[in-house]
């Protein structure tokens, strides 16, 4: 089969294409970069240059396609107009679903993400949970669910939604502070620590985005993607803490000047542009609950993380090591 992946020179998505080629699918990946995709085409992958914004460059992706990965989004960072977030995560979501049904694709797999839930009032949370986003980010990567699943409900193309918690893994540099200030001795924790975190190690998740791809059940259907293990955040990082030869963390600090700290930089420096050295939402990591329940995409898929955290840490830090980073 010949799968479209869009997003593919991210983490996540370039995991998936190489995933998707070695497995021998053909892939074709749109890009807006041929420079930045260099390792996909050496792995064989087909490059289509063109913005995911752009409905022509979309519709030329999606001719001869058996199946859709959609997993191209923006995420959050400072100077980037809210306009952008909703080209991006809706409009363009619907472009893909609009040209893939025009050229008779099987099914789309979209990417959203488990913040569309929010905070967690009462953990593990299921497909079903309260939906509250919490910013610009959450709240168009859940109007992009809305606009695919009503695209695709019009034009009659399949359509699985894929809300992975988050990912780690070799190639992410998201968690990297984390990782880094954990293995050096140097991670305050802000509050208690007893907030649930749950992560997703990129190799179920690419495997979880197969099934959602292949498996008839999966039609039309919304699934969590997330690790086997819940645990605390004071757990986490004193897991990361024991792979890494370092003591867990043991100082925690009040969470309100903080909050206050990153109001005020977001204030003076996103509208410069200037990533501010705090956000709101960096303060939000250690006061919101992440513990999802992934019965549906067990029972109904047979999705099963097999990278326990324990093992999936370890390879994070190894390859952190060999980057140099540690």
Same mark, same amino acid.
């Given at each position: 089969?010949?799968?479209?992946?869009?997003?593919?020179?991210?983490?996540?998505?370039? @995991?998936?294409?190489?995933?998707?080629?070695?497995?021998?699918?053909?892939?074709?990946?749109?890009?807006?970069?041929?420079?930045?995709?260099?390792?996909?085409?050496?792995?064989?992958?087909?490059?289509?240059?063109?913005?995911?914004?752009?409905?022509?460059?979309?519709?030329?992706?999606?001719?001869?396609?058996? %199946?859709?990965? @959609? !997993?191209?989004?923006?995420?959050?960072?400072?100077?980037? &107009?809210?306009?952008?977030?909703?080209?991006?995560?809706?409009?363009?979501? #619907?472009?893909?679903?609009? =040209?893939?049904?025009?050229?008779?694709?099987?099914?789309?797999?979209?990417?959203?993400?488990?913040?569309? @839930?929010?905070?967690?009032?009462?953990?593990? =949370?299921?497909?079903?949970?309260?939906?509250?986003?919490?910013?610009?980010?959450?709240?168009?990567?859940? /109007?992009?669910?809305?606009?695919?699943?009503?695209?695709?409900?019009?034009?009659?193309?399949?359509?699985?939604? =894929?809300?992975?918690?988050? +990912?780690?893994?070799?190639?992410?540099?998201?968690?990297?502070?984390?990782?880094?200030?954990?293995?050096?001795?140097?991670? &305050? $924790?802000?509050?208690?620590?007893? $907030?649930?975190?749950?992560?997703?190690?990129?190799?179920? %998740?690419?495997?979880?985005? #197969?099934?959602?791809?292949? @498996?008839?059940?999966?039609?039309?259907?919304?699934?969590?993607?997330?690790?086997?293990?819940?645990?605390? !955040?004071?757990?986490? *990082? =004193? %897991?990361?803490?024991?792979?890494?030869?370092?003591?867990?963390?043991?100082?925690?600090? &009040?969470?309100? &000047?903080?909050?206050?700290?990153?109001?005020?930089? /977001?204030?003076?420096?996103?509208? !410069?542009? +200037?990533?501010?050295?705090?956000?709101?939402?960096?303060?939000?990591?250690? *006061?919101?609950?992440?513990?999802?329940?992934?019965?549906?995409?067990?029972? /109904? $898929?047979?999705?099963?993380?097999?990278?326990?955290?324990?093992?999936?840490?370890? #390879?994070?830090?190894?390859?952190? #090591?060999?980057?140099?980073?540690?």
């Amino acid at each position: 089969m010949l799968a479209l992946v869009t997003g593919a020179t991210g983490f996540t998505g370039g @995991h998936l294409a190489r995933a998707l080629a070695a497995g021998q699918w053909r892939v074709r990946a749109l890009v807006r970069d041929r420079r930045r995709a260099a390792d996909l085409e050496r792995a064989g992958i087909e490059l289509l240059v063109g913005d995911i914004r752009d409905p022509a460059a979309v519709d030329a992706a999606a001719a001869g396609v058996d %199946l859709v990965f @959609h !997993l191209a989004a923006v995420y959050r960072q400072a100077g980037i &107009p809210e306009r952008e977030y909703y080209a991006v995560n809706v409009e363009a979501a #619907r472009a893909v679903v609009a =040209a893939a049904a025009r050229h008779g694709v099987r099914r789309v797999v979209h990417c959203s993400t488990v913040g569309v @839930h929010g905070d967690v009032d009462r953990p593990p =949370a299921d497909e079903d949970a309260p939906l509250k986003p919490g910013d610009v980010y959450q709240a168009t990567k859940l /109007e992009g669910e809305r606009a695919v699943r009503a695209a695709a409900a019009a034009l009659g193309i399949e359509v699985t939604i =894929a809300r992975p918690t988050g +990912i780690y893994g070799p190639g992410d540099r998201r968690l990297l502070k984390m990782f880094r200030g954990v293995a050096r001795g140097r991670f &305050p $924790i802000l509050g208690s620590g007893r $907030i649930y975190y749950h992560l997703t190690y990129i190799d179920d %998740l690419v495997e979880g985005f #197969r099934q959602c791809a292949t @498996h008839p059940a999966a039609a039309d259907r919304t699934y969590i993607l997330a690790g086997a293990e819940v645990t605390t !955040l004071n757990e986490l *990082t =004193a %897991l990361i803490a024991e792979a890494a030869g370092a003591p867990a963390p043991r100082l925690h600090l &009040p969470v309100w &000047p903080f909050r206050a700290a990153g109001a005020v930089c /977001e204030a003076v420096c996103v509208p !410069l542009g +200037i990533e501010p050295p705090i956000y709101r939402r960096r303060v939000d990591f250690f *006061t919101k609950s992440r513990a999802f329940d992934i019965s549906r995409a067990r029972r /109904e $898929i047979g999705y099963e993380p097999r990278v326990g955290l324990r093992e999936g840490i370890a #390879r994070t830090l190894d390859w952190y #090591r060999v980057q140099g980073w540690l």
